[in-house]
C-alpha cells in the first residue's frame, strides 16, 4: 500500500539553529513531492516542488531550502532558523495533477 | 494562473442541518479540483475530486459537490451534519503544471448539538 511518513511531529528549535524535516514515500514510484507550510488560521502555501531525483523547484524566496537525494525522500532544510519560520510543515506527493494528493501528517516546528 | 477563493472562514451548524461549504476558482485551463479535510494537528485527507465527466462527485463520509463551469464554483455539500464532520475544509484546484495544487484560506466547520 501507499503510505507517506514524515518526522519528527514536532520540534522547538531557537533562533539561528539549523533544521531538516523528512519526508519518506512508500509503495510509489517517481512521485511528485512538495513542501507546503500553514501558519496559523491560513491556508497553504507552496514551498518546494520535486518532479524527480536532484530537481527542486522553489516557490518562495526564503530562508529554506529542498533536497531530492533519492526518488521517494524529501528533506527541507534550513541553516539558520529565524522566528518567521514557525509553522505547520507538511509533505506530500501525488502521480499526476487528477490524483489529488496525499499528505504526511505534519511537522508543527516552532522557533524560539 | 490558478486560484481559489473560500467563502466564509467560519461555517457552525446544527447537527443534522445541512452543511454548504462555498468554493470558487480561478483557471486559465480546465481544472482539478478538490476539496480537503484537516482535523487538529494532523495532515490533509482528500474527500473528493472532480477531474472530467460527471459534475456532481460523491466523496467519502456523506460529502458530495458540483462543478458549475460557468459559475466557476465547487461547492461542499452534506445533508445531514454530524458531531464528527468538525474539522477545517480545503477547497483547491491543480494545474498541469508539475500537478501543483492551489489552496483555499479554509473553512473551519463548527456542529453544535
Known amino acids: 500500500s501507499q503510505t507517506i511518513h514524515q518526522w519528527p511531529a514536532t520540534l522547538v528549535q531557537p533562533v539561528g539553529s539549523p533544521l531538516s524535516l523528512e519526508c519518506t514515500v512508500e509503495g510509489t514510484s517517481n512521485p511528485n513531492l512538495y513542501w507546503y507550510r500553514q501558519a496559523a488560521g491560513r491556508g497553504l502555501q507552496l514551498l518546494f516542488y520535486s518532479v524527480g531525483i536532484g530537481q527542486i523547484s522553489s516557490e518562495v524566496p526564503q530562508n529554506l531550502s529542498a533536497s531530492r537525494p533519492q526518488d521517494r525522500q524529501f528533506i527541507l532544510s534550513s541553516k539558520k532558523l529565524l522566528l518567521s519560520d514557525s509553522g505547520f510543515y507538511l509533505c506530500?506527493?501525488?502521480?499526476?495533477?487528477?490524483?489529488?494528493?496525499?499528505f504526511g501528517s505534519g511537522t508543527r516546528l516552532t522557533v524560539v | 494562473a490558478q486560484s481559489v477563493t473560500q467563502l466564509g472562514s467560519h461555517v457552525s451548524v446544527s447537527e443534522g442541518a445541512l452543511v454548504l461549504l462555498r468554493c470558487n476558482y480561478s483557471s486559465s485551463v480546465p481544472p482539478y479540483l478538490f476539496w480537503y479535510v484537516q482535523y487538529p494537528n494532523q495532515g490533509l485527507q482528500l474527500l473528493l475530486k472532480y477531474t472530467t465527466g460527471a459534475t456532481l462527485v460523491k466523496g467519502i463520509n456523506g460529502f458530495e459537490a458540483e462543478f458549475k463551469k460557468s459559475e466557476t464554483s465547487f461547492h461542499l455539500t452534506k445533508p445531514s451534519a454530524h458531531m464528527s464532520d468538525a474539522a477545517e475544509y480545503f477547497c483547491?484546484?491543480?494545474?498541469?503544471?508539475?500537478?501543483?495544487?492551489?489552496f483555499g484560506d479554509g473553512t473551519t466547520l463548527t456542529v453544535k448539538p
Open positions: 483547491a484546484v491543480s494545474g498541469p503544471n508539475a500537478g501543483k495544487s492551489t
Open positions: 506530500a506527493w501525488t502521480v499526476g495533477a487528477s490524483y489529488g494528493y496525499t
